[in-house]
């Protein structure tokens, strides 16, 4: 009785936000146009050495991955809580956790899910091998979900603030490190030929662990920042 | 038991009580800092590979060990606020931010100074400096979230939410960087395998363990007293003791 209700209200708002994403198409392309930007400078910065560049691809790739994140977090909720749409949802009879989630998750397909797609072509120019592609794909899939559920629970908590942008950063890139950490160590094993699947595992139990207790704080977090 | 934590959470007799305790504990912390000081730098012997320079252990274990152990104290103080919507517990954990923040520093900065003559560089991206390194800013972002809310009950929420998501996070971060040294690190990290520890090292170092304990224990009830004062100053208590003195 309950179960249909709560999945339609989670349903419903990821439809409201993707299409309020759509209609704005100029900031959608924001994050995605920012990666590429980024990583194009790099080798402007370091040299076309293609033996040096292939060795930091995973490492570039995946740093301007989590700032393009960072970058877009933002959105999660600003807009919402500035013209009051927040509230209504605190106010809801909705579990709030659940349509947290519904908003990171229209996040994610929004600011995340692009970075998939580009990071193929560019990390071709960044000359990594062939073999390790599929592993950089699959740690992205894996891994950006949870960049967005951490961010989450920064923005809801800086959400209230009109300086927040700077604070965002050090709140969250710390909670970003493992995931940084196993996805490079998993790109670069994948470049030199070794197993991947233990690397994989753990940020498969990362994206678990998060998908289970952020929405949970960023609730709790937004709860505080909106009373 | 349970009327001590019930009167523990009024401001005032929090205050008194902790008038009481202050002097102890403060004069018992400098005095084990200087028995402990000196055992440590001037009577303990020298290493048989460091030399002298293995004295600055009385200063970088202590501090590096607080560094963790305040985050403890400020988690639970954040679970019980956060949970109770104790004022004390908030103050407590507000205040502990701060205090971490330097122990942490300190640690950083003597590790930093004992690695130059034993390693020969400032820096190893070793485990656990990264980790030292990831937990000051931790600490960083809890001092910048307090500073930027106005409300000091609603700050004290949302650091104390910040704080619990920090005590999930610190673990994981701590192996995941753990893991990641092991698989980039050479020949550095047998440098850290040390003989065990003689006990005439060792017991300046436990002195110095609980002079610092005693230390953070003072300058926490202190601060937690300004901050209560600050508080309620519009209370009727507070108003008498201004007029009194």
Redesign the interface.
Known sequence: MNQPRVLSAYMMLLRRDVTLAYRNRAELANPPLFFVLVVSLLPLGIGPDSALLGKIAPGAVWVVALLATLLSLDNIFRSDFEDGALELLLISPQPMPVLVLAKVTAHWLIAGLPLLIFALPLALMLYLPWRALPVLIATLALGTPVLSLIGAIGVALTVGLRRGGLLLALLVLPLYIPVLIFATSAVSAAAAGLPVSGQLAIMAALLILALTLAPLAAAAALRIALN | MWTFFHKLSSPRYFYNLSGRWLPWLAWSAAALLLIGTYWGLVVAPPDYQQGDSYRIMYIHVPSAWMSLFVYMVMACAAFIGLVWKMKLAEVIAADCAPLGASFTAMALITGMLWGKPMWGTYWVWDARLTSEL?LL??Y??MI??RG??ENPR?AA??CG??T???V??IP??HY??I??ST?HQGPIISRFAKPSVDPSMLWPLFIMVIAFMLYFAAVLLLRARCQILARERGSAWVRDLAART
């Open positions: 990831i800013f931790l960083l972002g910048g979230l930027a809310i609603t929420r949302a939410v910040l619990l998501v920090g999930v996070n994981i971060i995941s960087v893991w990641w698989l």
